[in-house]
């Protein structure tokens, strides 16, 4: 079986974005994007920041005529707010005072050549996953890394993984040692694999693909 790989473009268009997610793992999730496309449902990513990881699920839902849709607030998770490690002042609406990823993530698209193959939802993720009624082939959790906010996207976006169709969990890291910003996503993705709903597929670094195998969450 030939693994899909983006080509020299989109992965430069990858490495250019904002982000931090290791090339490594973009190819894992562009191969499990390619993968899911063949159900001909939209892929779906909680947690847009400036792009990086949308420019490699867009390419794969345009190769498979479907959608890619990603949701965020645009206002950053925890670890991103200033005094953090991971803040960039590059990302702070200088009127306002407070993050805006958003230009920085239509900039990103723009200049990736995607914008049509994406729908980007501004707001907070429990919140939009209790208005979406529709089955989806690729649902990434990459959003905040607290307990609470990685339980919602979990509860929020899980069941609407239809049969078959791949859940991705992002920043799981089993040793305490290793992690930045607590174990909430590596919680996550151990209540997954506990449900029954879901198989492990593969694991790459920090990212986790399952797949959809049975009922509940």
């Known amino acids: 079986?030939?693994?899909?790989?983006?080509?020299?473009?989109?992965?430069?268009?990858?490495?250019?974005?904002?982000?931090?997610?290791?090339?490594?793992?973009?190819?894992?999730?562009?191969?499990?994007?390619?993968?899911?496309?063949?159900?001909?449902?939209?892929?779906?990513?909680?947690?847009?920041?400036?792009?990086?990881?949308?420019?490699?699920?867009?390419?794969?839902?345009?190769?498979?005529?479907?959608?890619?849709?990603?949701?965020?607030?645009?206002?950053?998770?925890?670890?991103?707010?200033?005094?953090?490690?991971?803040h960039d002042p590059e990302t702070v609406d200088p009127e306002l005072g407070v993050m805006d990823t958003l230009p920085l993530f239509r900039r990103t698209l723009n200049t990736a050549g995607l914008e049509d193959h994406v729908i980007a939802v501004v707001g907070r993720s429990p919140q939009v996953a209790r208005v979406w009624n529709s089955p989806l082939g690729l649902v990434f959790i990459d959003g905040g890394h607290t307990d609470e906010h990685a339980t919602a996207d979990y509860e929020g976006w899980a069941p609407h993984v239809a049969e078959g169709g791949l859940l991705l969990i992002h920043d799981v890291y089993p040793d305490p040692e290793d992690e930045f910003t607590g174990q909430a996503p590596y919680r996550v993705y151990l209540r997954a694999l506990a449900s029954g709903a879901f198989t492990e597929v593969s694991a790459t670094d920090s990212l986790r693909v399952l797949r959809r195998t049975g009922a509940g969450i």
């Not at 990858?14 to 973009?26: I, L, Q, S, V």
């Not at 449902?41 to 699920?57: A, D, H, K, N």
């Not at 390419?59 to 498979?64: F, H, I, K």
């Open 1 to 86: 079986m030939t693994t899909a790989v983006p080509k020299a473009e989109i992965l430069a268009a990858f490495e250019a974005a904002k982000g931090f997610m290791p090339a490594g793992e973009g190819l894992a999730l562009y191969e499990a994007a390619v993968g899911a496309g063949a159900l001909g449902l939209p892929l779906l990513e909680v947690g847009t920041y400036c792009g990086r990881s949308t420019i490699l699920l867009a390419d794969a839902a345009r190769a498979a005529g479907v959608t890619a849709v990603t949701v965020d607030h645009h206002r950053g998770s925890e670890e991103q707010q200033p005094g953090w490690d991971y």
